[in-house]
């Protein structure tokens, strides 16, 4: 364990450079985000993820943005236990009738000024479940939604461009 | 086995029409041990009512290892309770009350499993599927299994649980820190799978297949096509089934990787999951080189596979191979001298011999615990008939063992990976799947968690009639809650992961 701590101080990171904010995220997020917001969160945000009845596709690729490939966190950006210690909702799935009431909970108890991030195809549109009797319809059907980042399931990079728009907008 | 008639089916395994009695001799063979409990479903028939509904029970013989489904007809709408004689069973006839409305007749536990009282149709996979209101206000109390005792307190936690993972609930009543009894309520992420199967195309049942469990995409989709090529007589080139198993084997790689390091990290070893991070994500930055899909979704489909890899790509795989191969087996050298974190997976989490078997849990859950089973071993699939390689069984049971089940399972993936490559059969990639009108087909694949199924029935139109997946998870929870027992919660975290059971391939 020693050497490999070692040689991690002399070899160069493996982290990749910062990718390019999304430009149709940072659209839909101008009209999400206004002054008062920028000045109370400063330069950091932190995040709920909320599956709502994804596959698990999502979480595995939201998982990887905090490996030290993607390091989500160098850019303000954390993941917190409680909703109520957020300010985004990162939701996944295509909000099952079973999660529904959780969700809107999660929702309620995250303090304001918060966002909604709806992450893959399921949470945008329902994807190939959109209809079923047992959900209840896409996120923004259940709760108001900021930024869809689409994909099946998003990639890492993705989703760090989507949540880098949202860090700009909302420290602008 | 037990059957003296002639099969219905034999695609690949036979499936007999059974009556009550016989029904019962095959639970008194679970009870005894002979066999092992591979999977219950029902199907309502409904292309065609008149059929009436009939339950489907697979059962695996231990001794000879083969497979067979028996069925028995329920026009009454009632069955003989399995779970009377075989616990196992209980949550699996609990959800065909709730997806089919047909009872089992002198089971102990009735309560509703995946039903929560909210989906906007009750019994939707009835031919009558109920009127809401009837069954929503007799699922909505879920009454929890009573503790009583001086101290004891529960602690209720979910479904929205405190890291990325799925939501479920778990029940936890405490003497101060000691788990008492841990009762899972899962559902949550119940999609209508099942229901959305019915009356779809095969191009479209593919696509649902692939998104049962994300983790498992590639090993869904797997059994999917195999039981659409059994259930049509379509015969994927060999090509196509030496790629398959390299995406196989590509994603239990990546999920043990991901595993191992999140089980460390939860018992505070932040180090390997550091470092199992960087050799998950190499493993699937080259799975999107050479498939296009990071998870490799919708790459298999019946008749074949859609996307191929020339000589360059294997020389990437083999490039890949070597460097993780070496950096792993460092880690785990490490693993293996932290006093201090073997002191947490250590006797942390035991699951019995006795459990494993009378659960027939498949996967390191079972192999960690003596049960050796493995689908490619024991149901073999091409190509896993021609290639070599082990299957590790360990005896002590605990987060250690299933931690260490999945190191040499690393390690035989990557011997795996090696002769196929080298053996690649040249060739087409994708057979067409021949125009059927009605017919049937089991896929059963060793997926990184356990062995999946899948079994088709085909409408006289051609498409989807029936189709029923079962995770390996179903008889994985329930050895979760028996493994937290005398445990303290505090290491709930590290056996809940070294189980990573599934909820979404259970919910469906």
């Not at chain 1, 450079?17 to 999400?32: F, Q």
């Not at chain 1, 596959?55 to 909703?83: M, Q, W």
């Not at chain 2, 029970?57 to 069925?71: C, G, P």
């Amino acid at each position: 364990m020693k050497d490999m701590m070692l040689k991690s101080l002399v070899t160069p990171a493996v982290t990749i450079p910062a990718p390019k904010p999304d430009d149709a995220a940072l659209a839909e997020l101008a009209r999400a985000v206004n002054e008062r917001s920028r000045q109370l969160l400063g330069h950091s945000l932190a995040i709920r993820e909320v599956d709502a009845g994804s596959c698990n596709g999502c979480e595995l690729e939201i998982h990887a943005i905090n490996n030290a490939i993607y390091d989500v966190e160098r850019f303000g950006i954390k993941f917190t236990a409680s909703p109520k210690h957020a300010d985004v909702l990162l939701v996944t799935g295509p909000v099952t009738e079973n999660m529904k009431f959780a969700l809107q909970r999660a929702y309620d108890v995250t303090p304001d000024p918060k966002w909604v991030v709806a992450v893959g195809d399921c949470a945008c549109t329902g994807g190939v479940f959109a209809g079923s009797y047992a959900c209840a319809g896409s996120v923004k059907d259940i709760v108001p939604v900021d930024l869809h980042i689409k994909g099946c399931p998003p990639t890492p990079l993705d989703l760090l461009r989507g949540l880098l728009a949202l860090m700009e907008t909302v420290s602008r | 086995m037990f059957f003296s008639t002639q099969p219905v089916s034999t695609k690949p395994w036979p499936r007999y029409i059974v009556d009550a009695a016989t029904w019962n001799k095959c639970a008194d063979a679970f009870a005894a041990g002979t066999h092992s409990l591979f999977g219950l479903w029902a199907d309502s028939h409904l292309d065609n009512p008149a059929a009436g509904a009939e339950i489907h029970m697979a059962i695996y013989e231990n001794a000879t290892h083969k497979l067979a489904v028996a069925t028995l007809p329920a026009p009454d709408g009632v069955f003989p309770s399995v779970a009377r004689k075989h616990a196992p069973a209980a949550r699996l006839e609990r959800t065909i009350m709730d997806m089919h409305g047909l009872r089992a007749e002198g089971a102990v536990d009735t309560r509703a499993w995946l039903d929560h009282g909210k989906w906007r149709q009750a019994q939707p996979l009835a031919v009558q599927p109920a009127p809401r209101g009837d069954v929503a206000t007799a699922v909505a109390d879920y009454a929890f299994l009573p503790v009583d005792g001086e101290g004891l307190h529960e602690v209720p936690v979910g479904p929205i649980h405190a890291g990325i993972i799925e939501p479920g609930h778990f029940r936890f009543s405490a003497n101060g820190e000691a788990v008492v009894r841990l009762e899972e309520k899962l559902g949550y992420v119940h999609k209508g799978i099942e229901k959305l199967f019915i009356g779809a195309d095969i191009a479209r049942g593919a696509k649902l297949a692939g998104r049962i469990s994300g983790d498992s995409t590639v090993a869904y989709a797997f059994a999917y096509a195999r039981a659409v090529e059994q259930a049509t007589g379509t015969v994927a080139p060999p090509r196509a089934l030496y790629l398959r198993a390299l995406m196989a084997e590509l994603e239990r790689i990546a999920n043990h990787f991901g595993d191992v390091g999140a089980i460390c990290n939860d018992a505070a070893f932040a180090f390997m999951l550091a470092h199992t991070g960087i050799l998950r994500e190499e493993t699937l930055q080259l799975c999107h080189a050479l498939f296009g899909h990071r998870l490799m979704m919708d790459v298999i489909v019946p008749g074949g596979v859609t996307a191929d890899i020339d000589a360059a790509g294997a020389d990437k795989v083999r490039a890949w191979m070597a460097a993780a191969e070496k950096r792993f087996d460092k880690l785990m050298r490490i693993y293996d001298d932290a006093a201090s974190l073997k002191d947490r997976t250590n006797n942390t989490g035991h699951v019995s011999r006795k459990l494993v078997d009378r659960f027939g849990a498949g996967g390191y859950v079972g192999r960690a615990s003596g049960r050796a089973f493995d689908a490619r071993k024991n149901l073999p699939y091409a190509p896993y008939d021609t290639l070599n390689f082990d299957m590790p069984v360990l005896h002590t049971g605990d987060v250690n063992a299933r931690l260490w089940i999945r190191r040499i399972e690393i390690a035989q993936s990557f011997a795996m990976i090696a002769q196929l490559l080298d053996a690649m059969p040249a060739g087409a990639l994708c057979a067409p799947v021949a125009a059927t009108t009605a017919g049937e087909g089991i896929g059963v694949v060793e997926a990184f968690r356990g062995d999946v199924l899948v079994w088709l029935r085909l409408g006289a139109d051609g498409n989807i009639a029936r189709c029923h997946p079962r995770d390996a998870s179903w008889f994985q929870w329930p050895l979760l809650e028996a493994s937290i027992e005398n445990n303290i919660i505090a290491d709930f975290p590290l056996c809940n992961k070294s189980f990573n059971c599934s909820y979404a391939g259970h919910d469906l």
